[in-house]
C-alpha cells in the first residue's frame, strides 16, 4: 500500500489515489457491508432498497436511526475519532476502535456488540456485489485499516454530498436521498421520471436478480461518486432504461466521457478536486448528463423540476 497525500486543506477537496489505498478500500467496504446489513435487518422495506444505505455525517457514516421495538439505535463510523460508534435510545452505547483487524473480527464485535445491547441481530453472512464473497466471519484475507486514508475518504464523500445535495434541491418528482450504497461502496442520488422501466436484468456478482428488478423498477437517472473509475476515483451519470442518443450526448465539463464498459457518463474526481471552481464543474457535470438523459427520454422536466431558490428574498 502506498503512501496517501492530500493537496488541500482538510475543509477543501482532499487528493487520494485510488491505488494508494486498496487494502484499506476493500477492509472498509466489508465492514460497511455489515453494518448495512445490521440496518436491512431491522428497517421496513422502502422502494429501491433506500432503507439499507447509509448516509454521510459530520463525522464519517452512519445509518441513521433504526427502529427496534418501540425504540430506535444507529451505528455511526467515525473517521475523526477512528471509532465505530453503537447507540441505542434507552441510553446504550458501545464503541469498536476502527484500527487493523480481520473482518472477521470486525463481524463478531459488532455483532456482540448489538447483543450486549439488547439488539440481537442476524445478517447475511457474505457480501453482495463483488467476486470473491468469502463469507464475513471466515474473512481474515481484509484486515488492513489506515486511518489517514479512511479520513480522507470520508472527506472526498463530504465535499460530493454537498454539491449532490444541491443537485437533490433542483427537482420536485420523486428522487432518492443523497445515500451510500454499500453494495458498491458509492454515493448516489437517483431521479425518477414517474413512468415504469423494463424488467432489469440482473447479473450483479452474488446478489440475487430480484433485487437489482427492485431497485430499478421505475425509469431513472442516477449519479454519484465512487472510489473507481479514475486515478482519484470518479463522478458518474447513468440512466435505465438508457435512452437512444444518450452515449452520444455532449455533457460538460469537456473531460467528462461515455464510458461504454460501465454503460454511464465518467468524470474523474481529479477533474473537479483541480478545479478553479470544482461545486461549478461538478454541477455542470451533473446538470448536463441528467438533461441528457431527460430530454432524450422524453421527461416532463417542466412539471419535476423547481427552482431551489424560489423563496430566496422573502421574509420569515
Keep these: 500500500m502506498g503512501t ?3 493537496s488541500r486543506t482538510a475543509t477543501g477537496w482532499p487528493q487520494l489515489r485510488v491505488a494508494d489505498w486498496t487494502d484499506t478500500r476493500e477492509t472498509l467496504h466489508m465492514w460497511t457491508q455489515i453494518v448495512g446489513k445490521v440496518r436491512l435487518a431491522h428497517a421496513p422495506l422502502l422502494n429501491h432498497w433506500w432503507q439499507v444505505t447509509l448516509y454521510v455525517s459530520p463525522r464519517g457514516l452512519t445509518t441513521s436511526a433504526v427502529p427496534h421495538g418501540t425504540g430506535a439505535f444507529d451505528i455511526e463510523f467515525d473517521f475523526l475519532d477512528h ?11 458501545r464503541r469498536i476502535t476502527l484500527e487493523s483487524m480481520p473482518v472477521a473480527d470486525f463481524h463478531a464485535r459488532v455483532l456482540r456488540a448489538l447483543e450486549e445491547l439488547d439488539v ?27 486511518p489517514r486514508a479512511a479520513q480522507l475518504f470520508w472527506r472526498q464523500l463530504l465535499q460530493a454530498n454537498r454539491v449532490l445535495g444541491e443537485f437533490r434541491s433542483a427537482f420536485a418528482g420523486k ?12 454515493l448516489a442520488c437517483t431521479r425518477f421520471s414517474g413512468r415504469g422501466a423494463p424488467r432489469h436484468p440482473g447479473g450483479a456478482p452474488n446478489c440475487g ?8 423498477s421505475h425509469e431513472l437517472s442516477s449519479c454519484g461518486f465512487w472510489p473507481g473509475g479514475g486515478d482519484e476515483g470518479a ?32 468524470l474523474p474526481y481529479e477533474t473537479v478536486r483541480s478545479a478553479d471552481d470544482p461545486d461549478r464543474t461538478l454541477s455542470r457535470f451533473l446538470h448536463s448528463t441528467y438533461e441528457a438523459a431527460a430530454d432524450r427520454a422524453g421527461w416532463d422536466r417542466a412539471a419535476l423540476e423547481i427552482d431551489p431558490e424560489r423563496w430566496e428574498g422573502k421574509t420569515r
Design 209 to 216: 436478480d430480484w433485487v437489482m428488478v427492485e431497485g430499478y
Design 4 to 6: 496517501t497525500h492530500t
Design 175 to 186: 428522487v432518492s436521498p443523497v445515500h451510500f450504497f454499500w453494495g458498491a461502496m458509492d
Design 120 to 146: 440481537p441481530t442476524t445478517i447475511q453472512g457474505h457480501p453482495n456485489e463483488i467476486e470473491p464473497a468469502i463469507p464475513f466471519a471466515e474473512d481474515y484475507r481484509h484486515h488492513t485499516y489506515d
Design 83 to 93: 471509532t465505530l460508534h453503537l447507540r441505542t435510545s434507552d441510553g446504550g452505547i
Design 235 to 266: 463522478f458518474y451519470s447513468y440512466a435505465y432504461p438508457e435512452p437512444e442518443g444518450f452515449a452520444d450526448a455532449p455533457v460538460a465539463p469537456s473531460e467528462a466521457f461515455y464510458s461504454p464498459e460501465n454503460g454511464q457518463f465518467l
